[in-house]
T-cell receptor
Framework: DAEITQSPRHKITETGRQVTLACHQT?????MFWYRQDLGHGLRLIHY???????NKGEVSDGYSVSRSNTEDLPLTLESAASSQTSVYFC?????????????FGAGTRLSVL | QKEVEQNSGPLSVPEGAIASLNCTYS??????FFWYRQYSGKSPELIMS????GDKEDGRFTAQLNKASQYVSLLIRDSQPSDSATYLC???????????FGSGTKLNVKP
């Protein structure tokens, strides 16, 4: 079955280290998204991509970067991890169906920055 | 900034009752509306979508949309303890293909 997978599921790192979270989807969706979810803030958009070589900043992009070299993958990199980036990170992809976009989520990565 | 507002709850209902979850949105250009269910420690799961004014029913779930009032709701009939979760409202503007989420309403269904 087609799906969207995130790895690792859990990660503990230290302040200042570079961290990359992987997202891989087999639906062949052009549109992919990264969110973070924190108590009291809901889902906040970090970066998104509408296709290969396309990346865009979301509302909380500072300290994060993404690259899109193929349709299947959108890795999220924390250049220098900070304690404020401790969060749960969700990757999502969307498809267009009957003129509407529908979004599906991966299982999430729980990141702790110590 | 496009906003989606939900009452954070918790909303407590007894088993078998109707749970009513509400959501308002700020952007009149929004065209697609969704309800996601999120169990604690899990990812959001799409349970309902609605695109036109009125009601849409799927099993025990009914989504209601009123674009004039910029209001969307989710009714859960015959609520079960397994419905206890956080429900996220999301809206989408097709032209920009970005999704805006509310912060979620926590539902507790008591046996």
């Amino acid at each position: 079955d087609a799906e969207i997978t995130q790895s690792p599921r859990h990660k503990i790192t230290e302040t200042g280290r570079q961290v990359t979270l992987a997202c891989h989807q087999t639906w062949n969706h052009n549109n992919m998204f990264w969110y973070r979810q924190d108590l009291g803030h809901g889902l906040r958009l970090i970066h998104y991509s509408y296709g290969v070589q396309d990346t865009n900043k979301g509302e909380v992009s500072d300290g994060y970067s993404v690259s899109r070299s193929n349709t299947e993958d959108l890795p999220l990199t924390l250049e220098s991890a900070a304690s404020s980036q401790t969060s749960v990170y969700f990757c999502a992809s969307s498809e267009s169906r009957d003129g509407h976009n529908i979004q599906y989520f991966g299982a999430g990565t729980r990141l702790s920055v110590l | 900034q496009k906003e989606v507002e939900q009452n954070s709850g918790p909303l407590s209902v007894p088993e078998g009752a109707i749970a009513s979850l509400n959501c308002t949105y700020s952007d009149r250009g929004s065209q697609s509306f969704f309800w996601y269910r999120q169990y604690s420690g899990k990812s959001p799961e799409l349970i309902m979508s609605i695109y036109s004014n009125g009601d849409k029913e799927d099993g025990r779930f009914t989504a209601q949309l009123n674009k004039a009032s910029q209001y969307v709701s989710l009714l859960i009939r015959d609520s079960q303890p397994s419905d206890s979760a956080t429900y996220l409202c999301a809206v989408n503007d097709y032209g920009f293909n970005k999704f805006y989420f509310g912060s979620g309403t926590k539902l507790n269904v008591k046996p």
